[in-house]
């Protein structure tokens, strides 16, 4: 049976705490690190699609918009 490892897999949304929330969560740095809040560290990018929104196999195909590094734009792809 091809899907019984689904049973024992994360949600997009799972995996995206994963790896924000909780490594912040897990050097105490959860006050300025592990989400968009004003006044946090902002590195990032911005993805055409929502993650969360795709079937887990496509994630890998959104296109990258932009990347934030330390809140200022390092990086945006041409219109």
């Known amino acids: 049976d091809n899907t019984s490892f689904l049973k024992e897999s994360i949600s ?4 995206l705490v ?6 912040a ?8 690190k592990g989400s968009i809040v004003p006044g946090k560290l902002a590195d990032l990018v911005v993805l055409r699609g929502d993650p969360t929104e795709v079937v887990p196999g496509d994630i890998k195909d959104l296109e990258v ?3 934030i590094v330390g809140g200022q734009i ?6």
């Open 74 to 79: 390092v990086w945006r792809k041409d219109v």
């Open 65 to 67: 918009e932009m990347t």
């Open 12 to 15: 997009p949304l799972q995996a």
């Open 18 to 23: 994963m790896y924000t929330q909780c490594p």
């Open 25 to 32: 969560y897990a050097c105490f740095e959860e006050a300025i």
